[in-house]
């Protein structure tokens, strides 16, 4: 396999620091900018839908990297690290697709599926995390924490119930996903040795 052997060093898959930058700062560029547009550009008609704003964008997005994190949890060499990713990848891939072709439903609808996915995913994250004694703990943990309160806030329906408001969510859990991403980045970087830099 040609294709992967940049990526494999003494028989482990050893993807390279920078890769995890340039795709964390992406999702926190895209994330920010959704968020931005959720509440800027609340009316948006996406899909020939009008009423959503950015919910089937959010949901590609989201399911992108759940594909990503399949393919991620694919290369892995420990069953607890594959797990987790593929659990986190499956979510994220099966909530994607359902957004997407769940637009026709009244947004009223639609807030328990997402309220649902931010607090399954918080508490999946946290669980992995804590079972897998991430280094990153703390940061991790923070991340959770906030998914956690934004699933809380839709389910509540609290400040709103419009769309706008639940693309402003995930596109914020986007932002938060990314910053974990980065972080993840900087620490392999500080833990590798030099002959890899």
């Keep these: 396999m040609k294709l992967f052997s940049f990526f494999i060093k003494d028989g482990r898959l050893n993807i390279p620091w ?3 930058l340039i795709q964390g700062v992406f999702v926190v560029i895209v994330g920010f900018v959704f968020s931005l547009a959720s509440i800027f550009n ?3 008609a996406i899909l020939s839908v009008a009423d959503f704003s950015w919910l089937p964008v959010i949901g590609i997005l ?3 990297l759940g594909a990503f994190e399949c393919i991620d949890a694919v290369f892995s060499l420990e069953v607890c690290d594959f797990m987790q990713r593929m659990n986190a990848g499956a979510l994220d891939l099966i909530f994607g697709t359902l957004l997407i072709f769940g637009i026709s439903d009244t947004p009223d609808r639609l807030s328990l599926m997402i309220a649902l996915y931010l607090l399954t995913r918080s508490v999946l994250q946290a ?6 004694k991430i280094s990153q703990l703390g940061f991790n943990l923070f991340i959770s924490a906030v998914s956690f309160v934004l699933g809380l806030m839709v389910w509540l329906q609290w400040p709103t119930s419009e769309s706008w408001f639940f693309s402003f969510g995930l596109s914020t859990n ?8 980065i972080y993840l980045s900087i620490y392999i970087r500080r833990k590798m040795s030099p002959a890899y830099r």
């Excluded at 669980?127 to 897998?132: P, Q, T």
């Design 18 to 20: 920078w890769l995890w």
């Design 42 to 44: 609340s009316t948006v």
């Design 62 to 64: 989201i399911m992108l």
């Design 127 to 132: 669980v992995f995390a804590i079972k897998l």
């Design 174 to 181: 986007l932002v938060f996903r990314g910053l974990l991403m």
